[in-house]
């Protein structure tokens, strides 16, 4: 069957068809990160994309599937920006040592970039340099802030899970002092928080809300 080439061309999307705005706000909303698929929504067939990917084009390849705008200014936090978006999907929170890295609660670096995911997700693809926890009780809207655009547990979530987690306990001791005095939670909260774990934990807490009462 003999095809017309003038069909072809028609169906690839024209850089004018290109929501270029729209997906520069995207990306500016996730740290100058943007998903292939985020692109071809905007407009963009792969082939456009993967010129613009090219070494000193507009993009810069992060990993298959994933691109940042090459000239957006950097941030701390970019780096967990890039590794939520492939878990975006899978209803992925930031969680344990890197939540209370966000909020700033503590002086740990972590080695990964922890996030919980709903029990079901667990068959989620494994990343270099992630630590996935699954739970059957996901932080609900009340447990989620929003930091440099990333789904955050908040405040009394970090802190217990980091715990319950085995992350160093002078460190969570840091944390709810300083988020005490920062006037991020209340010991109320925290105690809140930590009934719903083990024994072991809420000990911990109240003996860290004495200690930052002293």
């Known amino acids: 069957m003999e095809v017309d080439v003038r069909d072809i061309v028609d169906k690839i999307p024209k850089m004018s068809d290109v929501n270029h705005d729209g997906l520069y706000r995207r990306a500016e909303a996730q740290g100058g990160y943007f998903t292939a698929q985020e692109a071809i929504e905007a407009g963009m067939d792969r082939s456009t994309l993967s010129h613009h990917a090219r070494p000193g084009g507009r993009y810069e390849r992060i990993r298959p599937g994933l691109f940042r ?13 890039a590794a939520w978006l492939p878990l975006r999907a899978a209803k992925a929170v930031v969680s344990h040592e890197s939540a209370l890295e ?15 995911v709903p029990r079901a997700e667990r ?18 809207a009340t447990e989620v802030q929003i930091i440099a655009g990333l789904p955050v547990t908040n405040t009394e979530r970090s802190v217990v899970d ?16 300083q988020a005490l005095r920062r006037g991020l939670t209340t010991p109320k909260r925290m105690l809140e928080a930590a009934s719903t774990r083990s024994e072991r934990v809420h000990r911990f807490i109240e003996r860290s809300l004495g200690a930052a009462k002293a």
């Not at 966000?102 to 919980?116: C, G, K, M, R």
């Not at 068959?123 to 609900?140: D, E, M, Y």
């Open 102 to 116: 966000l909020h700033e609660l503590s002086d740990l670096i972590p080695v990964a970039v922890h996030f919980t």
């Open 123 to 140: 068959g989620v693809r494994r990343r270099q340099g992630v630590q996935l926890h699954t739970t059957s009780r996901p932080a609900g």
């Open 162 to 177: 980091a715990l319950e987690a085995g992350a160093q306990p002078e460190q969570i001791e840091l944390a709810v002092s």
């Open 69 to 81: 705008m090459r000239h957006f200014p950097s941030s701390p936090f970019e780096h967990v920006m």
